[in-house]
């Protein structure tokens, strides 16, 4: 609200009391003054004015507001100090602002005659005009400027009243030179001035519809038509059938003669760039210009079907599946929220794109944080170092939050029995916190003097905690490890379905055997010098287990060039709890195979979950797995595979029976293998358990 309208609202308030308020800014302070000035205890405003009269008075620079504040407590200052003080007040006041009036409105009529007399006492009258030099047209929009000091604006011409004594007048105007005259006046004086200024640099005018439109000139941003419609715009505007309002101006200046690249940018619309030639300084107004809506569109999906929330950035557009979402061209975060899970992924969008995206969930930690720090504190930070997982949802849970977890995190994690969770402490940690993993760290001491960070892993799909301990001395290894369960584990292997051997003394490998499922199976045969791979010689046969383009594997065989695509296979991830954290991998394993993309991806994943399962000896959990899977292959990891660990989880089980017809039932697939499709037959190994009478 301007000062002015509330120092008029306040004028007229009614039952206005003194009481003190705690005020700490100018304007508080100034309304406070006002208030106490209008009412029956006025003489007590006087300290109040004073104090903001002294304080202004005193800066260098004041805002609009703080100059409107002090020339109208000088004003209350010289009403309250009526008649000894007033010309005291009203001659600091005249010097601050030399135009100032006052009013019989305002003020009794004998004050007013006594700031009047005084002001004709100091003040000279100022005429002055300003010119274009080189046309001699009135100039619209000048600033006069006083020994620096701005006085007032002018068009074409103005009167101003000035400080009598000698003076330095300065005319501005942006892309014109200043004008500069020295004047010496008397009290009561009318001069004559005009001031003639040379254009510098030219401006350009644009206008655009939509308004509040970027503009970039040689790629640097130089503003946004947010200003309203020039009057000498409106008849274009309304040719192209555009309203007033859907149109916005700017003006750049300081411009050189030269050509410059325009380029106008809005989102949700095409930017439009124009090359504008500068041949003299001066005004030129720019044909409006009109942008396109450009928009795109946002499919969102997910390989299973689940419901989960969708929201692009923070707005919410709907319920998966989201089909045809309209969007305007630009960065984005997707981000889905799932029962189970969250999805997050940077976008951009172009225009006229629609994308596809296939939504599937992170895992979720819920990170307890560091029990303590009584024992000095780690390398590194644990809470930085887990919250800077990729590929996991970390949630940062307050263990000491009974609201949430309504026992102690750390007792159940690190005091657990032979490393088993017991029923009452996976009910308590679960029962709020609906996580894919928990983890927790603490710091001990061994060995008296070496100490160690305890970081304990436990997922509900398994009843096995896992405690892993890193020494100060070597805290790398807790680094790699949590990079290792950021990635990607590997859970797909390219397949040729060539066997060969190398050979001593020739290049390349011979091929000892091609499988008739083999991508390369009519191309290929017993005999045959395979030299190259993609391009690059081929050194030994474990190159072909690992093409470096399995999309499109390049053999050349004989002298000849041969291409075709690999067959992805299932892969088991190795069981190393030094590299791997199982219960991690556990986690990231449930929800690869329910919401990656991939099919074979979601049954490799499956597979290895049973796999780790069985491991960690949550054999029934396992066996559920294994015996609802089919795997419908020919080669490598399939449903002989899933047979052969079938009659693992039997014998861990004590069923001897069970897993005899498991192991049995492995005979029957020849091109079963285990590891991945060049692994050893699963057959030999079910032969080997069958003539095990121990088990």
């Known amino acids: 609200m301007p000062i002015l309208m509330l120092f008029f609202m306040l004028a007229f308030q009614e039952e206005i009391t003194s009481e003190t308020l705690e005020t700490n800014t100018v304007q508080d302070r100034f309304q406070q003054a006002v208030k106490i000035y209008n009412s029956v205890q006025r003489d007590q405003s006087r300290e109040l004015f004073e104090g903001l009269a002294n304080e202004l008075e005193s800066r260098e620079e004041l805002s609009e507001d703080e100059r409107v504040i002090l020339t109208e407590s000088f004003k209350f200052l010289g009403v309250l100090s009526f008649p000894d003080g007033t010309r005291d007040y009203f001659e600091r006041l005249i010097r601050f602002d030399s135009a100032y009036e006052v009013s019989p409105n305002d003020l009794p009529p004998k004050i007013v005659t006594v700031f009047d007399a005084l002001k004709k006492s100091m003040v000279a009258t100022l005429e002055i005009k300003a010119t274009d030099a080189a046309t001699f047209a009135p100039l619209t929009d000048v600033t006069l400027w006083v020994d620096g000091n701005y006085v007032g604006k002018l068009s074409g011409e103005g009167v101003f009243d000035i400080l009598a004594g000698t003076h330095q007048v300065e005319l501005r105007k942006i892309n014109y030179s200043t004008y500069e005259s020295p004047v010496e006046v008397s009290p009561g004086d009318k001069i004559q001035l005009e001031g003639s200024l040379a254009r510098t640099a030219a401006e350009l005018v644009f206008t655009t519809s939509p308004p509040e439109v970027d503009v970039f000139i040689n790629d640097q941003p130089v503003g946004s038509t947010n200003q309203p419609l020039r009057f000498d715009y409106r008849a274009e505007i309304r040719k192209l059938g555009v309203a007033e309002e859907d149109a916005g101006s700017t003006q750049i200046h300081g411009l050189e003669l030269g050509t410059y690249t325009v380029r106008f940018e809005k989102p949700c619309y095409k930017s439009a ?409 699963a057959a030999f190994w079910a032969e080997n358990e069958l003539k095990n009478t121990n088990f």
């Open 273 to 681: 760039v124009f090359s504008i030639p500068v041949e003299e300084l001066k005004e030129t107004l720019i044909k409006p210009i009109r942008l396109e809506p450009s928009e795109a569109y946002l499919n969102v999906t997910t390989p299973k079907q689940a419901t989960g929330i969708v929201f692009l950035d923070q707005t919410r557009i709907g319920i998966l599946p989201v089909s045809s979402y309209k969007v305007c061209p630009g960065d984005y975060t997707l981000r889905v929220k799932f029962s189970d899970g969250e999805f997050v992924k940077r976008l951009t969008i172009g225009d006229g794109e629609t994308r596809d995206i296939s939504a599937e969930p992170l895992p979720s930690i819920a990170w307890f944080g560091l029990m303590s720090r009584d024992e000095g504190d780690p390398p590194q930070d644990p809470d930085e170092m887990i919250k800077s997982l990729k590929s996991w949802n970390v949630i940062d849970v307050d263990p000491y939050d009974a609201n949430r977890v309504p026992v102690n995190p750390f007792a159940i994690l690190f005091n657990a029995e032979n490393d088993t969770i017991s029923d009452e402490g996976r009910a308590a940690l679960t029962r709020h916190l609906r996580m894919d993993l928990y983890a927790a760290a603490r710091v001990v001491r061994k060995k008296v003097v070496i100490r160690h960070l305890e970081v304990a892993f436990w997922t509900p799909l398994s009843d096995k905690i896992r405690v892993v301990s890193f020494d100060f001395r070597a805290f790398d290894r807790i680094r790699q490890l949590l990079a290792n369960m950021d990635g990607m584990p590997p859970l797909t292997q390219p397949w040729l379905g060539i066997q060969a051997g190398k050979m001593e003394g020739v290049p390349g490998c011979r091929v000892l055997a091609v499988s008739p499922a083999s991508p390369f199976a009519d191309k290929v045969g017993r005999g045959d010098i395979i030299t190259r791979i993609n391009g690059v010689p081929l050194r030994n046969p474990g190159e072909l287990e690992r093409p470096s383009s399995p999309d499109r594997v390049t053999l050349e065989v004989n002298g000849t060039t041969l291409s075709a695509a690999a067959i992805g296979t299932i892969a088991e991830v190795p069981f190393d709890p030094e590299t791997y954290c199982p219960q991690a991998l556990l986690a990231m394993f449930e929800k690869l195979s329910k919401y990656n993309p991939d099919p074979l991806v979601r049954q490799s994943a499956l597979f290895n979950q049973a796999r780790y399962q069985l491991f960690l000896g949550d054999y029934k959990e396992a066996f559920d797995i294994f015996s609802t899977m089919t795997l419908s292959m020919n080669y490598g990891v399939n449903q002989g595979t899933l047979f052969y660990y079938q009659g693992l989880c039997f014998q861990r089980l004590k069923l001897a029976t069970e897993a005899t017809s498991a192991f049995t039932q492995v005979l029957s697939f020849k091109n079963a293998t285990l590891f991945n499709a060049y692994g050893p037959q």
